[in-house]
C-alpha cells in the first residue's frame, strides 16, 4: 500500500484531480478540504466508499449555487 503524500501514514484514497495521481491518508485529505482545497476525484485504495460522505461534507465544490 502507498504512503499519504503528506505524512508516513498509509493512503486510503488517490487524488486524481493531479497529475500524477496523489495518495492520501484520510486525515490529511480532510485537512486539506477544510483548507479549501477540494478533494472530490479520487479512488478508493482499500474497496470502503465511506471517505466520500467524509470528504464531501467539508468540500465547498459540492455546494450548489442559485
Do not use: K
Not at 495518495?23 to 485537512?31: I, N, S, V, Y
Not at 477540494?38 to 478508493?44: A, E, F, G, H
Request: hydrophobic letters at 35%.
Amino acid at each position: 500500500m502507498a504512503d499519504c503524500m503528506q505524512c508516513s501514514a498509509p493512503a486510503v484514497i488517490e487524488d486524481l484531480d493531479v497529475h500524477p495521481p496523489q495518495p492520501w491518508c484520510l486525515g490529511c485529505a480532510t485537512t486539506l478540504v477544510r483548507a479549501g482545497d477540494p478533494v472530490i476525484n479520487y479512488r478508493s485504495l482499500n474497496g470502503e466508499c465511506d471517505y466520500e460522505r467524509v470528504l464531501a461534507g467539508g468540500s465547498t465544490q459540492v455546494l450548489r449555487f442559485g
